[in-house]
């Protein structure tokens, strides 16, 4: 099945400065990598995904990089502000797993004013 | 309206009492979903629905019951628990696509505790 890696584990920036999240999978069939935030004690929101059809997706401070051929996709936040602090989580999906999503480990971004 | 809603929001019980999570989406997703969350790791994968049908079940002891009764709700129904099966128990809702993932929408989860 899928494995999904995830680094770092933890990541402190300071207020403004950029942040990038990093993971790897393993199954060259998965096509859809979503990235979920989530605060302490609230649910993992969605914040951006991309397809495998797709190298870069933009939105507003948030981007996302995928490079099929090295199995690896990122997060980036730039302008990092107090309220970016969470924990991010990866994921990826294949179509052999119908929706089935295989999370990384989770990054606990802290932003320092 | 994009929401998922899960009740009780706490649970508290003791390891012989039965007791039922509610999950409930109004956003015509054919696919629902149970999680389970210890503190600081991901959501670990546990029933799929796919049209009220299960479809994945991820080798969950039987003390964890699922049910769908119908497109909107999904039931978790727990009896016997352990100690270990303390957590946050989320519940999720996506589009189903036979060809193509979709993302899925989480609830605020439920936060058990055994005794």
């Known amino acids: 099945g899928e494995n999904v890696e995830q680094h770092p584990s933890t990541l402190s920036v300071q207020e403004g400065d950029s942040a990038v999240i990093k993971c790897t999978y393993s199954?060259?069939?998965?096509?859809?990598f979503p990235w979920y935030k989530q605060e302490l004690g609230k649910r993992p929101q969605l914040i951006i995904d991309?397809?495998?059809?797709?190298g870069e997706k933009k939105d507003q401070r948030i981007a996302v990089t995928l490079n099929k051929t090295a199995k690896h996709f990122s997060l980036h936040i730039t302008e990092t502000q107090p309220e970016d602090s969470a924990v991010y989580f990866c994921?990826?999906?294949?179509?052999?797993?119908?929706?089935?999503?295989?999370f990384g480990t989770g990054t606990s971004l802290t932003v320092i004013p | 309206d994009t929401e998922v809603t899960q009740t009780p929001k706490h649970l508290v019980m003791g390891m012989t009492n039965k007791k039922s999570l509610k999950c409930e989406q109004h956003?015509?997703?054919?696919?629902m979903y149970w999680y389970k969350q210890k503190a600081k790791k991901p959501p670990e994968l546990m029933f799929v629905?796919?049209?009220?049908?299960?479809?994945i079940n991820e080798s969950v002891p039987s003390r964890f019951s699922p049910e769908c009764p119908n497109s909107s709700l999904l039931n978790l129904h727990l009896h016997a628990l352990q100690p270990e099966d303390s957590a946050l128990y989320l519940c999720?809702?996506?589009?189903?696509?036979?060809?193509?993932?979709?993302?899925?929408?989480f609830g605020d989860g439920t936060r058990l505790s055994i005794l």
């Open positions: 999720a809702s996506s589009p189903y696509s036979a060809d193509s993932n979709q993302p899925q929408h």
């Open positions: 629905y796919s049209y009220e049908k299960l479809s």
């Open positions: 956003m015509g997703h054919r696919a």
């Open positions: 199954d060259s069939a998965s096509n859809y």
């Open positions: 991309i397809r495998s059809n797709v």
């Open positions: 994921a990826a999906s294949s179509p052999n797993t119908g929706n089935q999503f295989y």
